[in-house]
């Protein structure tokens, strides 16, 4: 079949001609067909921003494809609304906060457990991963309650590192399993001449372990950014003043229909940071994911 | 696997201490966050709403969870998605897979797919509320679904039209003149009700047309000008309207001509054979146009929740199983087709069973994903469609954190979800313990 068709096609004199346009022929519904589905798949994003640069009174009396007959309707006054929006100036900046304190925790905490599980040789060591990873799946439902009360003993309700620290338990499962699989699978002899060589663990850990595990570690990274970036649950649950982008959007989500002049602009200053992180990082974390899933 | 101690390196004591070292960390938030409030969740569930002392309820929690309506509507609602979603996801990502292998722009539709797993559930839930929008000249879908309808049964020219007088009376969604009419009668069929801008542009002055031996001749107007005018009289100022469908009916009601009015309101049925008919303005001329589905309604909104779920997670399935599919020997691919097998008894035979692995790794960890949703739920339901849209995850939020504060039955919430989840729990220990 045509699709099967070797990737370097080299071309033949005789038959180059005729077979490249079958080809073409009976590729063309498959090409057809997901240009479709890819345009389904952006639509609703691209919806999203139109509908951000659009003013409300455009918003309320037609739909967001009204830019397309009406372009000079674009306008950046929602943005320029907003970034004097003091409430959200601050959300974005508990946001990344969360984000990058989690992010430098799991990974800090995870590449040190991860050593210990793959190289420090210690009895039930192999019994203590398994529990670990055994976390693995813990609803984080099973926590929300017992926690608020300690939170609320402990002061550590209603601020950014509270939600941070929740995050850091709970990402640190993953992070234990990626890394330790990942520095396990590091040569060994390179370790061993280390050691001989007199230098200890945190030598080898620091000068040795975290280069050589950078790919995994950046995967990890990525992660967890997106992950705690994106987070609603636990936002909504352990702030109150202290919110993130996504509890402060949803505190304007009742008035949906008045409010979708803030609603549409801030969701769409909320996915372009993650959307940056994912295209500038893809390769790693397609690689995460992989390493979570398959292997 | 492990290294072995290294020789003359430190004593068991020495061994444990390196351990600690490097363990403590993680495992004093693993024991803070995770273990001690797991096993708090799980005591807790026996107990009342407010405290533990003298508040020992046994397993009423329990009850409460599978005999209040909205908290059976939620497990309800988790089968649906457990039933629907990683069956879904895991086929939309194997056909988009398979079909990527095949285009030069695989590496564009991917990313064009997997872009909305780097966007939270919470901004998905605010993209799809815009699309989902019930007025068709505001939420895309319904705008998608007018073209379509449109096409196949377009909305009338006239939807809004009643009758200007009594004798003009509504029949299966015609209007039918009561008055019978002969060959050289002329018929009149007045309509108000129609907005400025519904009136045709091509209309002009309605005109009243002179009776014609052998045919049956009339006039379908606008009987309305500014200031009022006689009902049943076309004056001037009143407009005709074209383009609508006028049928002559015989005796019997069925319809022999049927033919459109011209600008000035005329129609002209020629060479009518002697008797008694009626006339008729056709169905099709006030035919409503669509009107959108509700899809954040109570009727649609889990459907739509799922839709916009499965939009999600297409993309990671499509990656994990494109990786999967990478991985495959081509040689027995090659085989299975210089045996004659076709493309679909190849996918069938061989592509989908050598995938089995990764098609289940796909399909176990949406169920997982499936049973924990929440932040989809919480931003694309409005909040008046929560009871209908609810699920375990939100079920758990609203008892313990909002309006009722109840820790007793939140906590017994929480640990069914766990009890859900742990025969994932186990599938998946065994699969690790196999790599470790």
Not at chain 2, 46 to 57: A, I, K, L
Request: a positive charge; aromatic letters at 12%; proline letters at 7%.
């Amino acid at each position: 079949m045509a699709a099967a068709a070797p990737a370097i096609e080299i071309p033949n004199p005789g038959d180059a001609v005729s077979a490249r346009i079958l080809r073409a022929i009976t590729r063309t519904p498959i090409n057809i067909v997901l240009v479709v589905l890819g345009a389904a798949w952006l639509v609703p994003t691209i919806g999203l921003f139109i509908t951000s640069i659009l003013p409300a009174s455009a918003d309320a009396s037609a739909g967001w494809w009204q830019i397309f007959s009406h372009p000079s309707l674009a306008t950046w006054s929602n943005y320029d609304a907003l970034f004097h929006n003091s409430g959200l100036i601050t959300a974005l900046k508990t946001t990344a906060y969360i984000a990058v304190g989690n992010t430098a925790l799991v990974v800090i905490l995870g590449a040190l457990a991860g050593y210990a599980f793959a190289w420090l040789d210690f009895p039930g060591r192999d019994w203590l991963f398994i529990g670990v990873i055994g976390l693995l799946v813990v609803p984080l439902q099973m926590a929300l309650i017992p926690m608020f009360k300690l939170y609320d003993t402990f002061g550590l309700f209603d601020t950014w590192y509270g939600i941070a620290l929740f995050h850091t338990a709970f990402g640190l499962p993953f992070a234990v399993f990626l890394l330790r699989n990942f520095f396990a699978g590091l040569p060994k002899d390179i370790l061993e001449s280390a050691r001989i060589d007199g230098a200890n663990e945190i030598v080898i850990f620091l000068r040795l372990i975290l280069p050589l595990g950078l790919p995994a570690i950046a995967s990890l990274a990525i992660f967890q950014f997106l992950w705690t970036w994106n987070d609603l649950l636990v936002a909504l649950t352990f702030g109150q003043n202290t919110t993130p982008i996504t509890v402060w959007i949803a505190g304007q989500l009742r008035e949906f229909g008045t409010s979708i002049d803030i609603i549409a602009p801030a969701s769409f200053i909320s996915l372009v940071v993650p959307l940056c992180v994912f295209l500038a990082f893809q390769r790693y974390f397609v690689q995460g994911l992989l390493a979570g899933s398959v292997k | 696997m492990a290294a072995p101690p290294p020789s003359g390196g430190p004593g068991r004591l020495g061994r444990y201490l390196v351990g600690a070292f490097f363990l403590a960390p993680a495992l004093f938030m693993l024991g803070v966050w995770m273990v001690y409030p797991a096993v708090y969740t799980i005591i807790r569930s026996f107990f009342g709403p407010t405290g533990f002392v003298g508040h020992w309820v046994g397993f009423a929690n329990y009850k409460t969870l599978f005999t209040t309506s909205t908290l059976t509507t939620a497990i309800k609602n988790n089968a649906i998605w457990v039933a629907v979603v990683p069956a879904m996801v895991t086929a939309v990502g194997l056909v988009f897979a398979v079909l990527t292998e095949r285009i030069r722009w695989a590496v564009a539709f991917k990313t064009a797919v997997f872009l909305p797993m780097a966007i939270s559930a919470f901004a998905t839930g605010v993209t799809w509320r815009i699309m989902y929008q019930q007025d068709p000249g505001l939420g895309a879908i319904n705008a998608l679904g007018k073209t379509i309808s449109g096409a196949f049964s377009p909305a009338g020219v006239l939807s809004t039209a009643l009758p200007s007088t009594p004798s003009l009376q509504s029949s299966a969604g015609a209007l039918v003149l009561k008055t019978p009419t002969h060959p050289g009668g002329v018929a009149l069929l007045g309509l108000t009700g129609i907005a400025p801008d519904q009136v045709p542009k091509s209309s002009v002055q309605a005109v009243k047309p002179a009776p014609k031996p052998g045919d049956v001749v009339g006039t379908v107007w606008r009987d309305f000008k500014p200031g009022g005018g006689k009902a049943g009289v076309v004056e001037t100022g009143e407009l005709g309207l074209p383009g609508v469908t006028v049928e002559l009916r015989s005796a019997a009601g069925k319809t022999i001509q049927s033919t459109k009015s011209k600008s000035d309101g005329t129609f002209d049925f020629a060479k009518v054979p002697a008797g008694t008919y009626t006339t008729a303005i056709g169905a099709q001329t006030f035919a409503k146009p669509f009107g959108g589905f509700a899809w954040l309604g109570p009727n649609l909104i889990v459907p739509s929740l799922l839709i916009a779920y499965i939009w999600i997670w297409a993309g990671f399935a499509m990656v994990v199983i494109g990786a999967g599919l990478a991985a495959m020997p081509r040689d027995v691919l090659e085989a299975a087709r210089t045996d004659g097998a076709n493309e679909w008894q190849t996918f069938r035979r061989v592509t989908v069973p050598l995938l089995m692995p990764v098609l289940s790794v796909v399909f176990i960890t949406m169920i997982i994903n499936v049973l924990k949703v929440f932040d989809i739920v919480y931003a694309l339901a409005p909040e008046s469609e929560y009871a209908k849209a609810n699920v375990i995850a939100l079920a758990m939020y609203f008892t313990a954190f909002q309006g009722a504060g109840n820790f007793g039955v939140g906590s017994a919430i929480a640990v069914f979800l766990f009890l859900l989840v742990i025969p994932v729990l186990a599938l998946n220990v065994r699969r690790f313990r196999r790599e470790a």
